[in-house]
Nanobody, 124 residues
Framework: QVQLVQSGGGLVQPGGSLRLSCAAS????????IAWFRQAPGKEREGVSC????????YYADSVKGRFTSSQDNAKNAVYLQMNSLKPEDTAVYYC?????????????????WGQGTQVTVSS
């Protein structure tokens, strides 16, 4: 059974950093793509990043390029989202998501399995 369990998140001041974790079970990372999405109140779910776990290539939304870094640890079957220089507009519930095949997509409909979500709040 495919399962994604998230950890991390919380409250941080503008300019601060947070790291989100997504532990995968029921599949191996090199068979599925893994993405991070976020959803702010009243807004649609937005793709933040996606890892093609077979190639190791990563894609980022323009809004987070240069500030967020997604990485994978195959030994732990986990992926991470390091978020630096956080802004109030980054405030949202963040989700990791996965599905075969490994080709990345920013469309939430392309993902079959989702983590439980974690709140990130950027505020002074």
């Amino acid at each position: 059974q495919v399962q994604l369990v998230q950890s991390g998140g919380g409250l941080v001041q503008p300019g601060g950093s947070l790291r989100l974790s997504c532990a995968a079970s029921g599949f191996t990372l090199d068979r599925f793509k893994i993405a991070w999405f976020r959803q702010a109140p009243g807004k649609e779910r937005e793709g933040v990043s996606c890892i093609n776990t077979n190639e190791g290539s990563t894609y980022y939304a323009d809004s987070v390029k240069g500030r967020f870094t997604s990485s994978q640890d195959n030994a732990k079957n986990a992926v991470y989202l390091q978020m630096n220089s956080l802004k109030p507009e980054d405030t949202a519930v963040y989700y990791c998501a996965t599905a075969p095949p490994i080709a990345c997509s920013s469309d939430a409909a392309a993902y079959d399995y989702w983590g439980q979500g974690t709140q990130v709040t950027v505020s002074s």
